[in-house]
């Protein structure tokens, strides 16, 4: 009995959500309670019947404005007023560190959540996005939590990072409102009411239309034109996988597809194709991140949904004309925003709507007539419902189990086209068959890449440069590589200058550069959370080495002095261990690196740097210890490629420090490979780093290499 008792029993996952959305509505409630009492406190006429009975009309203000900054009441921060007096008094009460009993129970919320995804999902835990979640909201104190949490939401740095947390999106905007310093800010207000739109499932009021042009969202779309590579790979006939993989083609950089279909009844139709974001890749001015994901979950007015309106429009699909909207992750939800949309609706039949890693029982179409699908596996914590949605006639629900566990994996939509192919095959054939009047052959096929005319390009400007595409074994990359979002240390150690050349190639113009009687050898860490190549982490041991041509004892210190393309030392790297296939290829192929793929839990924006990579036998703990400011240094990198010597200019941006007395303890396991064997023969791990050179968020440029004839 205990056992089918269990086994009826909804998975502690749910329970924790649903605990977390009812602590979350208490805190609106007691937050709208604030508003309240706010309101009567200086309302005129408790004003003015002050003046007329100061002994009992003071008495009453006294006694609301106790009950509004108390401990004991709702909180030193709860006076909710648009200025004069009451909004002086609330920033003072923030000011003294006191905060609202709504904030408090606000971060308990939030704290479920984002127990509930780690239950599911551990390896979220590692993200560094959820770890400065989660170091917010576990302070000692609550107070002490809100205030971390009010300054992660200020950190523009910190946008990028949280781009991976959709399971707990849907709690961030209440818990965001309830923490604002100003409640009655636009954007506070805004979270307000995309919390509350949330909570009552609601489709967005009419200024919110993103036809009505009264939101405060901005869009932009322009025709662009295909490669010959991506105009081939194409879909030629339409269906369900055939949209899907251009969907796929077209990746997360900002484009969208409109095809025109010619049914089997002759008639044309057109069909509209929105991708995802690209977890951890930059979208430069282009709607597609984490501001937008986060608009499109709540509102249907979006600068995603706009600009792929205005897509719709420069196509020039005639008014009345049969449309199916084909999207995964955020772009089946900005979809699934337009197909709610009344004027849109009246302007377009919208027969179907298809979202593949997205929620669709929220989102109910302003035309009943119109077909939605919705397929998500089990194991994306992404399309996680918020509520049971309301029963809709027609409505296709597949909710599967997929071999595919480990997050972000299963969100990837490859990965759920092959789950359509071999896994859920019913499925596909069922979306196909509602899709019939759409199987037909393409007749045209156009994209459009979007754009947010409200902000300019992400990295503006150090990061604004020419870029050209350079084929490698795992697909073409950009040059330069662009690091976004960034952290380093750099474990310097002076090492025995035989040794150290012991490491190098032997050709006799790669020589150690010599600190004294030392050479340096530099351990150096990386975790990489937004990059053209995509987010991965780096451990590479280099080599400090003289000029290649003419050496001189004092080129270091004269090289500090230079530009960073006019110096002449450089650092060799040895042996390095990256995160990714991409990065691993882009390193030997590009940069003439010796790399290799291994894993690392990677944590350098705490007080405390942690290192944790058990496949490649490696870890590195403790404190990096006082520090001073010191400018961010280019770095010049050496590898070898044949007979010939690649330099790699590494230009960066951000604050450095460099600590000259770190507590930090490198430990080897004794695990082959090349980074272990290395670090033991420097014998690294007996002894403290010299000095340690740190940069908690940087900006960084990685050109290609020039290959030199040495």
């Not at 919208?350 to 939605?372: F, I, M, S």
């Not at 595409?469 to 990359?477: D, E, F, I, N, Q």
């Not at 980074?675 to 690294?684: A, D, G, N």
């Amino acid at each position: 009995m205990a056992a089918q008792r269990r086994a009826c029993e909804p998975p502690a996952e749910e329970l924790l959500r649903e605990c977390a959305r009812d602590v979350v509505a208490v805190a609106e409630g007691v937050r709208e309670v604030c508003a309240r009492t706010s309101s009567v406190l200086f309302a005129p006429a408790l004003t003015s019947s002050a003046r007329r009975r100061p002994r009992t009309g003071l008495a009453a203000r006294w006694a609301l404005l106790r009950t509004l900054t108390n401990k004991q009441g709702l909180g030193g921060s709860a006076i909710v007023a648009p200025d004069g007096l009451g909004h002086l008094l609330g920033a003072a009460g923030d000011a003294l560190g006191r905060a609202s009993l709504a904030a408090l129970v606000a971060v308990t919320s939030l704290r479920l959540r984002i127990a509930a995804v780690l239950l599911g999902h551990p390896e979220v835990g590692h993200d560094a996005g959820m770890r400065r979640l989660t170091g917010a909201v576990s302070a000692d104190r609550e107070a002490e939590a809100v205030r971390a949490l009010r300054a992660l939401f200020k950190d523009q740095g910190a946008q990028r990072s949280l781009s991976a947390l959709a399971p707990v999106l849907a709690e961030l905007p209440a818990v965001r409102g309830l923490l604002d310093e100003d409640p009655l800010s636009d954007g506070t207000a805004w979270a307000l009411a995309a919390g509350r739109e949330r909570a009552l499932g609601a489709a967005g009021g009419p200024d919110a239309s993103p036809l009505s042009g009264t939101g405060r969202a901005r869009g932009a779309a322009r025709a662009v034109e295909l490669s010959a590579q991506e105009a081939r790979s194409l879909a030629g006939e339409g269906s369900l996988l055939g949209f899907l993989r251009n969907i796929d083609l077209l990746g997360g950089d900002g484009r969208v597809l409109v095809q025109e279909v010619r049914g089997p009844d002759g008639v044309l139709r057109y069909v509209v194709q929105a991708p995802g974001t690209a977890p951890g890749r930059p979208r430069d001015d282009r709607p597609q991140d984490f501001a937008g994901a986060w608009r499109d979950l709540f509102l249907t007015d979006s600068p995603y949904t706009r600009s792929i309106l205005l897509a719709i429009r420069h196509h020039g699909v005639p008014r009345g004309a049969d449309l199916a909207l084909v999207g995964h992750g955020e772009g089946a939800v900005a979809l699934l925003n337009l197909a709610q949309d009344d004027d849109f609706c009246r302007a377009y039949r919208v027969t179907h709507v298809v979202a593949v890693g997205a929620q669709t029982d929220d989102r109910t179409p302003a035309d009943p007539r119109t077909w939605v699908a919705g397929i998500t596996n089990q194991h994306d914590i992404v399309p996680v419902p918020d509520r049971p949605g309301a029963p809709h006639p027609r409505r296709y629900r597949v909710d599967y189990a997929g071999p595919a566990q480990e997050f972000p994996r299963c969100h990837l939509l490859r990965v759920y086209i092959d789950h359509l192919e071999h896994v859920i095959p019913q499925a596909r054939a069922d979306v196909d068959r509602a899709l019939a009047r759409y199987l037909g052959p393409v007749e045209r096929s156009r994209a459009y890449r979007l754009g947010d005319r409200a902000r300019p390009p992400e990295g503006y400007p150090f990061l604004a440069v020419p870029t050209s595409s350079l084929p490698t074994s795992a697909g073409p990359v950009e040059l330069p590589v662009r690091y976004y979002d960034s952290s380093a240390a750099h474990l310097c150690f002076p090492v025995d200058t035989d040794v150290a050349r012991s490491l190098l190639p032997e050709v006799a113009w790669l020589v150690p550069a010599r600190l004294g009687r030392r050479a340096l050898a530099v351990l150096s860490v990386y975790e990489h959370r937004c990059t053209t190549i995509g987010p991965y982490t780096e451990l590479g041991l280099s080599v400090l080495v003289d000029d290649l041509w003419r050496p001189h004892p004092y080129d270091l210190a004269a090289d500090l002095l230079r530009r960073a393309d006019l110096r002449r030392t450089g650092r060799y790297v040895v042996s390095l261990a990256v995160g990714t296939e991409e990065a691993r290829a882009v390193a030997e192929e590009v940069w003439a690196q010796p790399a290799v793929r291994g894993p690392a839990d990677v944590d350098l924006q705490g007080r405390e740097l942690r290192v944790h990579a058990p496949e490649l036998g490696v870890s590195v703990e403790g404190r990096p210890g006082p520090g001073a400011r010191c400018p961010e240094p280019d770095w010049v990198l050496y590898g070898r490629r044949g007979e010939s010597t690649v330099r790699t200019l590494v230009r960066a941006h951000g604050k450095q420090r460099v600590h000259a007395r770190p507590r930090l303890r490198l430990r080897l396991d004794g695990a082959h490979g090349p980074l272990v064997r290395h670090l033991q023969i420097l014998e690294l791990d007996a002894v403290r780093p010299g000095f340690v050179l740190s940069s908690r968020r940087f900006v960084a440029r990685r050109s290609a290499g020039a290959v030199l004839p040495r």
